[in-house]
């Protein structure tokens, strides 16, 4: 079960004038960062509140670290702008065995390691009407998530 939009993923060119631009914008601060070697990426989460599944809604700030990552390339394609919308459930692995049974592609054969110790696995774009879909398991799921 889908409990919340975990983050919208947006891919920018420079990570430090992005997070600046959403906090003199907004307000919007930054809660995390990271570099995911695996998924070639450095990036900002700034949480932009909590749900009611006992979780929170992020926005995902993604520079790429090297020129072959995903990012990168799709940057190169098509500028900066939202890369991919993340859904947040207790259970990635229930519901990608879901999806998959459904037809949708689902890119790897186990969750892998996303933002803050959380799993995360990915839906192909061209199976989910364009969107690149990502499935979120937070790190410490409170018990009011279901
Ligand atoms: N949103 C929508 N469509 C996308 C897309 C995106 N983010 N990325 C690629 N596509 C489309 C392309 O436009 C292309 O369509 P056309 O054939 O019509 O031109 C098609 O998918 C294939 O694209 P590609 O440029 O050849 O890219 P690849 O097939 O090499 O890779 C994908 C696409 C989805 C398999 C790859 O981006 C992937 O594995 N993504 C998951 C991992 C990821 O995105 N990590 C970064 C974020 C990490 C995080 O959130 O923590
Ligand atoms: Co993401």
């Keep these: 079960m889908l409990t919340r939009i975990d983050h919208i993923g947006i891919a920018c060119f420079d990570l430090d004038k992005t997070v600046e631009f959403y906090r ?23 949480k932009i509140n909590e749900t009611s ?4 809604s992020y926005l995902q700030l993604l520079e790429p670290t090297r020129e072959d ?9 098509n500028g900066e702008g939202v890369h991919h919308i993340a859904f947040g459930t207790a ?8 999806v998959r049974g459904k037809g949708v592609r689902v890119l790897y ?3 892998r390691r996303g933002s803050m110790g ?8 061209k199976d989910c009407h364009g969107v690149l879909t990502e499935l979120v398991t937070s790190a410490e799921p409170s018990s009011a998530e279901h």
């Excluded at 599944?53 to 929170?56: C, N, Q, S, T, W």
């Excluded at 799993?119 to 192909?124: D, G, Q, Y």
């Design 24 to 46: 003199s914008t907004y307000g919007f601060e930054v809660f995390h960062t990271e570099v995911n070697e695996e998924q070639g990426v450095r990036e900002a989460m700034l």
């Design 53 to 56: 599944d006992g979780g929170a």
């Design 69 to 77: 990552s995903t990012v990168a390339k799709w940057l190169a394609k």
């Design 91 to 98: 259970d990635v692995d229930g519901v990608a065995a879901d």
């Design 109 to 111: 054969d186990e969750p």
């Design 118 to 125: 959380s799993r995360i696995t990915f839906l192909h774009p």
